[in-house]
């Protein structure tokens, strides 16, 4: 390691802004209309932390006193047209320096804080030392042009990279295999960040819901291992096993045992609460247990997981009866608990969004010895058509309950409400009824949010048609020269589970406001596709042979990108013998390709041999 002090020497027409590292020791002009910064930095740091920024950008700025009484200058970067939409950002920054005085004990280190913009980012943030770089996606907001979730990813991690401060860059690793250390503590603590500015419960069933979709499968495939340096979830859930275990008060000097006496009747126990430790956990629980912790249990996680197992027994039950081609019929029960959640006016209205919400088509084809994508979607479409009728008026109710006239603000409350009213709305149009219809154009017609408008049209969307053409080529009409909504708008399409869905994402790489060498469009529309069970595992090997072309192509423009792309194949060996041999073909036509990368290659050879 080393202190580094960097002079920044550049046409001070075409680069007026010389960022770098550290503290800001000089700047000034030169002769034939050059200029130059000084910065030094004071602290030593490896070099992967070091930075350099030159170009045309504005910025936004503010301050932040510290808790000693220091003053920060805060600023960030972006190009003059995407300033307006920096200012949650800056109020993301300033509370995540807030919060990490009061529930760490750290300050910052510095007299000044700097975070650069830039849309052509292959990741999404990188915690160089006070001068952090950013993807688009992650900073700009506006009402108008992002949705709930993107104000809650930008809150997320600008407070991850603010914290790498001290748990990465001051303390830092002594090498690339200790890596994951400081990015599973500092993930711990964005999750916790999050958690205290929104709703707990909420914040830790979208984080277990993500390691599901993504760290388990992963860990079942050719690409398992320990915790290593790109294990960000996984080693976040050691670091909350470690709090989880030691708490607040230290390390546990012994194991503990208690014993309960005078119990009156059949205890149910509620397990791994919080999901205290990340396993799948198989248990003697029976289904009335289920629907007792359902209904009672006093840890709203484990009250949502519940409900998550009970539907994911009911799934793969109709799975294999599909399988059987025999006729599908929804347990009784199963609409019971979930109307009474629906109908809760205790409950947050977010918990509730989720709590209705059925477990992803990944989550159970990773339960079946083989997995069966056709069956599997057409077990939980037949299951949320099914909740649409028979909770129809509960869910026009909470459609209803839940509008607003109010100026946008993104707060707990709002967002919450927000969650309830769309994902009602989403259940509501996958009956394809003209009424509901109509409802979801009137909703997204009249939004005033982009929350509200986007979760519209994802609900028409459902539906193949005229309606569903109709109001994406509107949305599209009217963001067109957004590059960021437009990149929702590819991802909504390639996501799609709609017959036919190949084809048209391969018309999509063609459209003018598509251009593989931004990541964050290949990401968008590829990355989509590769996530729709449906489409990419088109029984004919279409989907397959889709992203093998498109992998070659990548590579040529962005072997790192595309050996994300190609990962999607990693897991051949869980479909049926048909499937396998498509995706085989693919990933042997991908390896003998002439002039591929060692990123893209290294992936695709572990999958084959898998």
């Not at 010389?18 to 910065?39: C, F, P, R, T, V």
């Not at 830039?118 to 949705?147: C, H, I, W, Y």
């Not at 397990?271 to 840890?299: C, G, H, K, M, Q």
């Not at 009474?340 to 977010?350: F, G, M, P, V, Y």
Request: aromatic share 10%; net charge negative; charged share 25%.
């Amino acid at each position: 390691m080393a202190k580094y002090t960097c002079r920044i020497e550049g046409d001070k027409a075409l680069y007026p802004v010389l960022l770098s590292n550290g503290n800001l020791i000089k700047q000034g002009d030169l002769e034939g209309g050059k200029h130059y910064a000084l910065w030094e930095d004071p602290f030593k740091k490896p070099c992967y932390l070091f930075a350099l920024v030159a170009g045309q950008l504005e910025c936004r700025e503010d301050s932040f006193v510290t808790c000693s009484g220091r003053k920060v200058t805060l600023r960030i970067w972006t190009p003059a047209q995407d300033l307006p939409k920096t200012s949650h950002a800056m109020y993301s920054l300033k509370e995540a320096m807030k919060w990490d005085e009061e529930v760490f004990g750290l300050e910052y280190d510095l007299d000044l804080f700097n975070i650069v913009v830039v849309p052509d980012f292959n990741m999404g943030a990188m915690e160089n030392k006070s001068l952090n770089v950013f993807q688009s996606r992650l900073v700009l907001a506006s009402p108008e042009a992002a949705t709930d979730g993107d104000y809650a990813a930008i809150l997320g991690v600008i407070g991850h990279e603010y914290f790498h401060n001290w748990t990465g860059n001051r303390v830092t690793c002594r090498d690339w295999f200790q890596l994951t250390l400081k990015e599973g503590l500092t993930v711990f603590r964005d999750q916790e960040f999050s958690s205290d500015l929104g709703c707990r419960t909420v914040k830790r069933i979208a984080d277990v819901s993500k390691l599901r979709s993504y760290q388990f499968p992963q860990d079942a495939g050719p690409m398992a291992h320990p915790i290593r340096p790109h294990s960000y979830i996984k080693g976040a859930e050691v670091v909350r096993m470690y709090k989880t275990m030691f708490g607040a008060s230290g390390f546990r000097k012994k194991e503990e045992e208690f014993v309960f006496n005078n119990v009156s009747e059949r205890p149910v126990p509620s397990l791994l609460r919080v999901y205290s430790a990340p396993i799948r956990l198989d248990s003697d629980l029976t289904e009335s247990d289920l629907y007792f912790l359902l209904a009672n249990d006093s840890d709203e996680f484990n009250r949502w997981e519940a409900g998550q197992v009970l539907a994911r027994k009911l799934m793969l039950s109709l799975v294999a009866d599909f399988q059987q081609q025999k006729t599908l019929a929804l347990n009784p029960k199963f609409v019971d608990g979930l109307r009474a959640i629906l109908r809760s006016t205790i409950l947050d209205k977010e918990f509730i969004a989720k709590a209705i919400t059925l477990p992803g088509q990944g989550e159970i084809m990773d339960m079946m010895p083989v997995a069966d994508p056709d069956a599997v979607h057409a077990v939980r479409t037949f299951i949320k058509k099914e909740l649409a009728i028979q909770l129809k008026d509960d869910l026009l109710a909470a459609v209803s309950s839940n509008r607003s006239s109010e100026a946008y603000t993104f707060n707990h409350d709002s967002v919450a409400r927000r969650a309830l009213k769309n994902t009602c709305l989403a259940y509501l149009v996958s009956l394809n009824e003209p009424d509901v219809t109509e409802l979801a154009l009137n909703e997204y017609n009249s939004a005033t949010n982009m929350t509200e408008q986007f979760a519209a049209l994802a609900a028409l969307s459902q539906n193949p048609g005229q309606v569903r053409d109709d109001a994406l080529l509107d949305f599209y009409n009217k963001w067109q020269y957004d590059y960021l909504v437009v990149s929702k708008w590819f991802a909504l399409q390639a996501t799609s589970d709609i017959p036919g869905n190949v084809a048209n994402v391969q018309k999509l790489l063609a459209h003018p406001a598509f251009d593989m060498r931004n990541p964050n469009k290949v990401y968008s529309l590829i990355g989509g596709f590769c996530g729709s069970p449906v489409s990419f595992h088109a029984k004919d090997g279409s989907g397959y042979k889709f992203l093998g072309e498109v992998v070659l192509q990548l590579d040529k423009i962005n072997p790192q990108v595309a050996s994300r792309m190609v990962s999607a194949f990693s897991r051949w060996r869980r479909y049926d013998e048909t499937r396998q041999a498509l995706a085989k073909a693919q990933l042997e036509m991908i390896i003998a390709a002439n002039g591929l990368s060692e990123n893209v290659y290294e992936i695709a050879l572990k999958s084959l041999a898998a």
